[in-house]
């Protein structure tokens, strides 16, 4: 069975960092986009962050970009978002899904919770 298991949400303070893990399980993910997705509450599912498959190219949400970080260990069938400087905006469901858009994933984790709260 084809699984996304996200971890590693937390409860922090402004300014400090999580690091959340995708694990994959019944299928290998070197060959998948895979994307970090949040939803806050009240708003939509929204992209975050992005690393391709054969060539690991990422992208990143203005929102994030210079503060988060995306990376993929396939031997461990891990993707990573490694988040610093978090803010209270952050706060969030935070999902994996074996795609970089909306449209395009049909796989999907069942969230991790974040909060950024002082």
């Known amino acids: 069975q084809v699984q996304l298991v996200e971890s590693g949400g937390g409860l922090v303070q402004p300014g400090e960092s999580l690091k959340l893990s995708c694990t994959s399980s019944?299928?290998?993910?070197?060959?998948?986009?895979i994307g970090w997705f949040r939803q806050a509450p009240g708003k939509a599912r929204e992209s975050i962050s992005c690393?391709?498959?054969?060539?690991?190219?990422?992208y990143y949400a203005a929102s994030v970009k210079g503060r988060f970080t995306i990376s993929r260990d396939d031997v461990k069938k891990t993707v990573y978002l490694q988040m610093n400087s978090l803010k209270p905006e952050d706060t969030a469901v935070y999902y994996c899904?074996?795609?970089?858009?909306?449209?395009?994933?049909?796989?999907w984790g069942q969230g991790t919770q974040v909060t950024v709260s002082s």
């Open positions: 899904a074996n795609a970089c858009t909306l449209v395009a994933a049909d796989n």
């Open positions: 019944g299928f290998s993910l070197e060959n998948y986009r």
């Open positions: 690393i391709g498959g054969s060539d690991a190219s990422t």
